[in-house]
């Protein structure tokens, strides 16, 4: 009975499309990826035309995706234009005519009662049903199934590869993560062996050892690629502030095992509670700027004004240093508070640390006025794991301060200066790239918070009144919505061997050099500056092309796979600290109303929780952005504060429901 029910919906669903290709046939065609949200809306991309035109992209409503799942190439259809979407700014609307390029082969999830599994992906809507047998797979497990595609009526099912774990377990969570987003697993030991027996290639280098240098870095910290030296320098009233980074290119050649190796990382992956390095750890060991020890490093020179913060000329060497002493951005930031400093630290550590953080003081300064850089820094809540206990420990609250600040101005001016360099001396590299908004994305933004929050942005395609308007900001639980809000309206940062505008930054020709450890695109430049100091040859801008373009894809990809982890450990934990101690009172502040609920910012967890119209205790309706009741007495919009406590829990998802409570 029930196939026949399908086959007659399938008959139905064939006529209805005949019908809509006649109708449209004559309706322009795009060509592109397809990007699905997790509410289930799609969006493509169209590719550049014959002339290097581009398109708008499309959007496509739930029920015109036609099967096609995120990242797939497909053709789409423009829709005839409604009269009620008059007026809205969305841009065209789409159908998806048909699937040309299948990219998802495979799907994890948690395998549930009745041989289904939920997809761990929040891009994935609907339960898979499983074929074939379970492989001993048992409810509750972390599975990974080959995904074959259905009818659309019919949905698509699964066939079980392998089991990963159990979930709720911190490793079986990661492991789970690590296998849907693709993550390359570490290094073998017979890779760590072999990574031990490289040898560092000659380069004449520049003695550095007498210059006061140090690391700073976070307490818990492995890796030390960085460090930075002040010294007198070179004119009346300029210092010398050297950016000495570890020389990873005199121990890995272009092309070599362990080039290609880390370009198929690009990046290190950071998880909650799990690494991945991009290196092998015991050659980062042996790469790092160790205390007392004779380094070698690629490093820049600065003269800086120290009265301005104004960079005046700059060099750049490799070098021999040695590390005066290894800090922490803790110890450090209580000596700029005005604590006393440690009582090992010698006169000339704490003269050198504050002259330090003098000199970069004035250098960002000198950048916020001459670059009018644009200031989104927010606090983040991450999530303390130790994988080897299976235990979430906490959550614990970063937020950027004078120590990070330190570090960050001096990374920043070496990564100009070389940038500067490449463009000088006619050497391709990779370059950092931030486009500017689009203008109707910040429209729509300027549109959400007067409605929402009664701001007026004015234009934030200026940065100067961009700043000004993130200055003017309330400082309270408002903030970091309506950041996260402006930072969703702009366009994602990117790798291009074209130097084009960093709109973040207010910089045209900016590169990555300072962390050759744990990034490829520093590496890269690392090796071709190395080439082009021995007269060796280097690699073309249009050979890069394809390494700018792999390096961005992995790091949304490393950027997803972090949310994701974070997501589901911080829920889990929530669920724990329910159980144990019954806590569950929670204060946010509503980022989105929809016709079907409330979106929460919840400060406290760092995680956007979902309210559903029906927990609101009422008959609420959607009306002039706000769920207001039918007496108009209770509604609830943008901006509100809102009193929660937990009420669902979809671990798997990453996704969390929550009630409203009073206080």
């Not at 930075?228 to 570890?246: D, F, L, Q, Y």
């Not at 005199?250 to 095992?257: L, V």
């Not at 050198?352 to 644009?374: D, H």
Request: glycine share 8%; charged share 30%; net charge neutral.
């Amino acid at each position: 009975m029930k196939k026949e029910k399908k086959k007659r919906l399938r008959r139905l669903a064939e006529r209805k499309d005949r019908r809509h290709s006649i109708r449209d046939a004559r309706r322009p065609t795009f060509t592109g990826r397809i990007t699905v949200t997790a509410s289930g809306v799609g969006f493509v991309t169209p590719e550049p035309g014959e002339n290097g035109e581009t398109s708008p992209d499309i959007f496509i409503p739930p029920q015109f995706l036609h099967g096609a799942l995120d990242g797939d190439k497909v053709l789409v259809r423009l829709l005839p234009e409604r009269p009620e979407d008059a007026g809205e700014e969305r841009g065209p609307a789409g159908r998806v005519e048909e699937i040309l390029e299948e990219k998802r082969q495979t799907v994890v999830g948690e395998l549930l009662a009745g041989r289904v599994v939920r997809p761990l992906s929040k891009r994935l809507h609907g339960d898979l049903e499983l074929t074939g047998p379970l492989r001993g797979a048992q409810r509750g497990d972390w599975v990974k199934l080959k995904l074959i595609r259905g009818e659309e009526e019919e949905g698509h099912r699964g066939k079980i590869l392998s089991t990963l774990g159990r979930a709720g377990s911190v490793k079986g969570d990661l492991d789970a993560v690590c296998a849907e987003f693709d993550l390359q697993p570490p290094y073998t030991p017979e890779e760590e062996e072999a990574a031990m027996q490289l040898e560092i290639r000659p380069m004449e280098r520049e003695d550095l050892r007498r210059r006061f240098t140090v690391t700073i870095d976070p307490i818990d910290a492995k890796d030390f690629d960085d460090a930075v030296s002040v010294a007198p320098g070179k004119e009346t009233g300029w210092v010398e502030i050297g950016v000495h980074i570890a020389d990873v290119a005199a121990f890995i050649a272009p092309r070599s095992p362990f080039d290609k190796a880390a370009a198929k990382r690009a990046f290190t992956a950071y998880l909650p509670g799990r690494t991945l390095p991009m290196l092998p750890r015991a050659l980062t060991a042996k790469l790092s700027l160790h205390t007392g020890e004779d380094c070698p490093a690629h490093s820049v020179l600065l003269q800086v004004d120290k009265k301005t913060g104004q960079v005046m000329e700059f060099r750049r060497c490799h070098s021999l240093v040695r590390i005066n002493r290894r800090l922490d951005y803790e110890v450090v930031q209580r000596v700029l508070d005005g604590e006393p400093a440690p009582e090992d630290w010698p006169k000339t550590l704490l003269t050198g640390v504050r002259k330090l953080a003098a000199v970069t003081g004035a250098m960002r300064r000198y950048r916020m006025k001459t670059e009018e850089f644009i200031d989104l820094a927010m606090p983040e809540i991450r999530v303390l794991c130790d994988e080897n206990a299976d235990e979430v420990k906490g959550l614990a609250r970063k937020i950027q301060r004078e120590s990070e600040f330190l570090v960050e101005e001096c990374m920043l001016a070496a990564n100009s200066a070389v940038g500067a360099e490449l463009g000088q001396i006619g050497v391709a590299g990779l370059y950092r790239v931030h486009p500017e908004p689009d203008p109707e994305k910040l429209e729509e933004f300027n549109q959400t918070v007067s409605e929402s929050f009664g701001l007026h942005p004015g234009d934030l395609s200026n940065r100067r009144l961009c700043r000004q308007f993130i200055e003017s900001l309330p400082d309270d639980p408002r903030r970091p919505v309506i950041l996260s809000q402006l930072l969703r309206s702009m366009p994602r940062a990117y790798y291009s061997e074209k130097p084009e505008l960093h709109f973040g930054l207010g910089k045209n020709r900016y590169c990555h050099f300072t962390s050759p450890i744990r990034r490829y695109p520093d590496l890269l430049v690392h090796q071709q500056l190395w080439n082009y100091d021995l007269k060796q040859r280097t690699r073309s801008g249009a050979a890069l092309a394809a390494v700018a373009a792999d390096c961005s894809a992995r790091e949304e990809n490393n950027d997803n796979a972090y949310f994701a982890a974070t997501d589901r450990l911080k829920l889990r934990y929530l669920a724990e600290q329910l159980e144990k101690t019954g806590e569950n009172f929670y204060e946010g502040v509503i980022a989105k109303v929809t016709s079907g609920g409330l979106l929460a910012d919840i400060p406290a967890i760092g995680i956007y929780g979902f309210i559903p119209r029906e927990n609101l205790g009422g008959n609420f309706s959607r009306r002039d952005g706000k769920l207001t009741d039918p007496q108009g007495r209770r509604q609830y919009r943008c901006g509100d504060f809102v009193y929660l406590k937990l009420s669902q829990i979809d671990p798997v998802r990453g996704a969390a429901e929550f009630k409203p409570v009073s206080r």
